[in-house]
C-alpha cells in the first residue's frame, strides 16, 4: 500500500470519531494531539494514562485521566506512548471494555506526524523529494553503523537489516564478550568512554575509522527505514542529512530533556557549549525554548556534513565532561548520550538554512 494511501485510511478513521481519548501524557501523546488539532481542528475529550504517578495533571486545559470503565464505549482511544508499552495498555483497555483502539507505534505515527509537518510547511520530509534515475546504483557508498552493546535484550521480532547498515559493539574495549565482528574498541576511538557516551563510540569511531559517501548511525532498537530508491534519491539530490522527524514538545524541549538531564547537568552543558562554539550559544537558547526536538543521535549525513557536526560536537562533549567530572570525580551514568541528543538538535536546528535536511521514518523494533 502507497504511503499517502495509507496515511489518508489512518487520518480518515480520525476525522470520523465523534470522540477521541489519547492514551498517553508524555512526547508521543502531545505530538499526536498538536498534529490531530492543526489538522483537523479536533481535540481529544482527555489524555487517559494507567497512573497518574509522574503524569501531569493536565495538558493544555485538557484533564489527564486515569483510564475507567467510564469512557464511552464507542470512543476511539489513539494509544500514544512507546510500542513495548502497547500490550499491557490493550489489557489495560479490554479490562474496560474500549475495543476501538487505534496503536500508534512508530510507522504510524510517521503516517500522523507527516501530515501534519506536511500542512504546516516545515521539516521537508524525505518521501516528497523527487527520483531523477532509477537505473543508478547511486546508493553504494552509503554505510550506516548500528550501535549495538553486549546488555541489550534480544529482539522478539524478525527484521530484515539491510546490507548498508553494519553493527558495531559499542564498549568492546570495557567487555570480553563478543556480539559483533566489528568492535569501537579497533583504530581511533573512545569505546572505554561507553559507558557514559552510549552509541555516540560508535559516531567517534565512524568519524575516524571510515570514509563513505555518506555515513550514519542508529541503534540495535531502532533504525531509519531507508529503501535504496530512497538512497538514490539522497544522493542524486544531494541532500545532506536525513533525519527521524522531531518531537513536539511540551511546554517546550525541556519537557522532553528535562526528563533525563537535571537541571544542574543543563545549564553545566549550556556552559560547554558557551566556551566551546559561542556562535551557538544564543540561537540554541531559542531553539530551546521552541518546541522541536530530534532525538535518539540518529541520522544519515554527506561525508562533508558527518564531518563538521562531529568536529562540532565532540569537543564540547569533552569540554562537559570536564565540567561535570571536576578533580578526577567519576561518572558512571550515560549523561553524555544524553548531553548529545539536545546538541544534535541544536546543531541541525541552527543550520536548518545551510544544510538540504529531509526527515525519514525511523522503525522501533521490539
Not at 481535540?43 to 485538557?62: C, G, H, L, M, Q
Not at 579497533?186 to 568512554?193: E, M, P
Not at 530508491?229 to 528535562?258: A, H, M
Request: aromatic share 12%; hydrophobic share 40%; net charge neutral.
Amino acid at each position: 500500500m502507497k504511503r499517502s494511501t495509507e496515511r489518508n485510511i489512518i487520518w480518515k478513521r480520525i476525522e470520523d470519531a465523534s470522540t477521541i481519548f489519547i492514551y498517553g501524557a508524555q512526547v508521543v501523546a502531545y505530538g499526536v494531539y498538536v498534529a490531530i488539532r492543526e489538522v483537523l481542528g479536533k481535540e481529544p475529550e482527555a489524555f487517559i494514562v494507567s497512573s497518574k504517578d509522574n503524569n501531569p495533571t493536565k495538558i493544555e486545559d485538557i484533564s489527564v485521566v486515569e483510564v475507567n470503565r467510564n469512557i464511552q464505549s464507542n470512543a476511539l482511544v489513539i494509544v500514544a506512548t512507546p510500542e513495548v508499552y502497547h500490550k499491557s495498555i490493550n489489557d489495560n483497555l479490554k479490562q474496560c471494555n474500549l475495543d476501538n483502539v487505534l496503536f500508534v507505534d512508530t510507522h504510524v505515527e510517521y503516517m500522523i506526524m507527516s501530515r501534519y509537518f506536511k500542512k504546516a510547511g516545515r521539516f521537508m520530509l524525505l518521501e516528497d523529494i523527487p527520483l531523477l534515475d532509477k537505473d543508478t546504483n547511486d546508493y553504494v557508498g552509503v554505510k550506516m553503523y548500528m550501535a549495538k552493546h553486549y546488555k541489550d535484550p534480544v529482539l522478539k521480532g524478525k527484521y530484515d537489516i539491510p546490507s548498508w547498515i553494519q553493527p558495531i559493539q559499542v564498549g568492546a574495549a570495557l567487555v570480553e564478550e563478543r556480539i559483533a565482528d566489528l568492535l569501537d574498541s579497533t583504530g581511533d576511538n573512545i569505546s572505554y568512554k561507553n559507558y557514559k557516551y552510549s552509541e555516540l563510540t560508535a559516531m567517534y569511531w565512524a568519524w575516524k575509522n571510515s570514509k563513505e559517501d555518506y555515513l550514519g548511525i542508529c541503534h540495535y532498537r531502532r533504525m531509519l527505514v531507508l529503501s535504496n530508491n530512497d538512497l538514490r534519491i539522497i544522493k542524486q539530490n544531494k541532500v545532506n542529512v536525513v533525519l527521524p522527524l522531531p518531537f513536539v514538545c511540551y511546554p517546550d524541549t525541556s519537557g522532553q530533556y528535562g526528563r533525563y538531564i537535571s537541571r544542574d547537568d543543563q545549564k553545566k552543558m549550556l556552559q560547554a557549549l558557551k566556551e566551546i562554539s559561542p556562535d551557538y550559544y544564543d540561537v540554541a537558547l531559542r531553539i530551546l525554548k521552541g518546541p522541536y526536538l530530534y532525538n535518539y543521535n540518529m541520522f544519515l549525513a554527506d561525508w562533508h556534513t558527518f564531518n563538521d557536526y562531529c568536529q562540532w560536537i565532540f569537543p564540547i562533549l569533552e569540554r562537559a565532561e570536564m565540567i561535570c567530572e571536576p578533580e578526577g570525580i567519576e561518572r558512571r551514568d550515560r549523561y553524555i548520550g544524553y548531553f548529545a541528543e539536545v546538541l544534535t538538535a541544536i546543531y541541525f536546528l541552527y543550520n536548518k538554512n545551510n544544510l538540504k535536511i529531509v526527515h525519514g521514518e525511523k522503525k522501533w523494533m521490539v
